[in-house]
């Protein structure tokens, strides 16, 4: 098999937007997941746990998002504020647990700038109020003295956050609200109105980034409705401020009475979801394409105070693989991740990263003890799951350019490549998802190469995974090394079944 990496005609750079994480409060994402408490005798920063923090700082998440999920609908920002916080009771998809809202604002604040990230905060369009929101806005970002301001600056923290990424409703064609299209861009239109500016002056720019909640991406039907009708809305009337648009997808993975297992099943199972991964890149071109003919509609500004709505960003705000066990799990949506889903997180990656002229922003659904999570916890115990390995070998891909790959005398189609360039290095992923056989391939670069590495991480069972008993039971690590390679042409390596190749070749 034969792989040309070329220079692609037109630049899509990848965002590293795209390599976002989602946390919220449902089963133990954020209790035990994150937040054990300040007198816990696991090892933490002011309550928040520092295996956690440590591990996320490596693979330094450029966005997170919080608090929700179907959580934001139902959270009040004022009972997890201050001294004294409010305990509630938490419904959310199963967790049926008393929520104490200790990690509150402004610890999620304090976490995020932990690991490096920029929060993105969802706020409550369906029990909330339009006030609830521009005062939470206010507590977080207003710099000038104030009630709220002052109300921050007593629980610490003198100087405004500055955030700028919020998403106005959450899944509002279901948990959020069962709206319909016309019903939420009404009460989207008064929500991003009522949001203050936190501008020096009346012409100073606009750092804030809105985010309406987008279509359900699993529904063909609903999801064109959907999006078509919202962008229909947006243009009967003045436009408001709209940043991103963000769709919800999950590769489903059901079984019969929900008995599909995330670590039980066999060889059919494992090419089905991983087919399911790959249908995700169709959805994103139809969506992009959707949002395009709608920006056309747009009313043409008729005065001078008047601007037309040109661009919304294309975000995918959660996505993951999500098996039916995973509803009847003691700690709410609790999966194990084995390779398969470490194979499917590096598709999707590598989908996004090739969509990146069309999709702005991702958040993976979600970092801890949810879904397709990266870390798991009991307790004391922690494991980075396989998916972690992807991400943190991705990391690479941040901010390059896409580059053009052309395969010839495909012998077997188990295979998926991507890859990118930046500063004269070419990364080239390998997927080969074949349960049994090592695929040979041939690597034609667009110059020669001096060096080259490749970092894998590889299974000799589709089962295989990290346990709190054996944590590092898969592993990426660099497997090869050559210097002094002077090629243009690397010929026969071999790609091992169900593994995961980051090369790194530096071009002379
Ligand atoms: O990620 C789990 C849940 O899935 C989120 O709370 C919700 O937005 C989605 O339906």
Redesign the pocket.
């Known amino acids: 098999m034969k792989v040309k990496i070329e220079k692609r005609q037109n630049e899509i750079k990848i965002n590293p937007r795209l390599h976002g994480q989602?946390i919220?409060f449902?089963g133990n994402a954020i209790n035990d997941g994150i937040w054990v408490g300040k007198e816990s005798k696991i090892p933490n920063v002011n309550g928040m746990r520092l295996d956690v923090i440590n591990a996320l700082k490596e693979i330094e998440p450029p966005i997170i998002r919080w608090p929700?999920?179907?959580?934001a609908d139902h959270y009040n920002w004022k009972d997890g504020v201050g001294k004294k916080r409010k305990k509630v009771f938490n419904e959310?998809?199963g967790t049926y647990s008393v929520e104490t809202n200790e990690f509150g604002t402004d610890e999620f604040l304090e976490f995020a700038s932990l690991i490096h990230s920029e929060p993105w905060i969802n706020i409550n369009l369906l029990t909330g109020s339009a006030r609830e929101m521009s005062e939470w806005m206010e507590y977080i970002n207003r710099k000038q003295a104030s009630y709220l301001s002052q109300k921050r600056k007593n629980s610490g923290h003198e100087a405004p956050y500055n955030v700028n990424l919020w998403g106005i409703g959450?899944?509002v064609w279901?948990?959020g609200g069962m709206m319909t299209p016309e019903q939420y861009v009404a009460d989207y239109r008064k929500f991003a109105t009522a949001a203050p500016t936190f501008a020096l002056n009346q012409f100073s720019e606009d750092s804030r980034y809105f985010i309406l909640s987008g279509a359900d991406a699993n529904k063909p039907k609903e999801r064109r409705y959907w999006t078509s009708s919202v962008m229909k809305e947006l243009a009967k009337a003045r436009p408001p401020k709209v940043d991103g648009y963000d769709l919800?997808w999950y590769n489903w993975y059901l079984g019969k009475d929900f008995s599909a297992s995330a670590t039980d099943f066999n060889a059919d199972d494992w090419y089905q979801v991983i087919s399911g991964a790959m249908e995700l890149e169709d959805i994103l071109k139809e969506q992009y394409d959707l949002i395009q003919d709608g920006l056309e509609q747009m009313p043409e500004p008729e005065g001078e105070f008047d601007q037309k709505l040109e661009k919304i960003d294309l975000i995918l705000g959660?996505w993951g693989n999500w098996y039916g066990k995973a509803f009847f799990e003691e700690k709410a949506?609790y999966q194990q991740n084995t390779m398969r889903d470490a194979i499917t997180t590096a598709i999707i990656l590598d989908i996004l990263h090739s969509n990146a002229d069309k999709v702005k922003m991702a958040s993976m659904?979600?970092t801890i003890n949810?879904?397709n999570a990266l870390i798991l916890t009991d307790g004391k115990e922690f494991v980075l799951t396989p998916v972690y390995d992807i991400f943190k070998m991705y990391k690479v891909h941040r901010d390059n350019d896409v580059l053009d790959i052309n395969v010839t005398d495909q012998n077997n189609n188990h295979i998926k490549f991507f890859a990118s360039i930046k500063d004269k290095i070419i990364y080239l992923n390998v997927i080969n998802f074949d349960l049994t056989e090592t695929i040979n391939i041939n690597i034609d670069l667009p110059s020669q190469v001096s060096r080259y590495q490749r970092e894998e991480l590889v299974a000799n069972d589709m089962h295989e995974t990290n346990t709190f008993e054996d944590p590092n039971h898969l592993r990426a690590a660099i497997v090869e090394q050559h210097d002094n390679v002077s090629s243009k042409e690397l010929s026969n390596i071999g790609i091992k079944p169900m593994s995961v190749s980051v090369f790194k070749f530096e071009l002379n």
């Open positions: 989602f919220e449902l929700g999920g179907v959580f959310g998809f959450n899944e279901g948990g919800h959660e949506l659904a979600q949810v879904l």
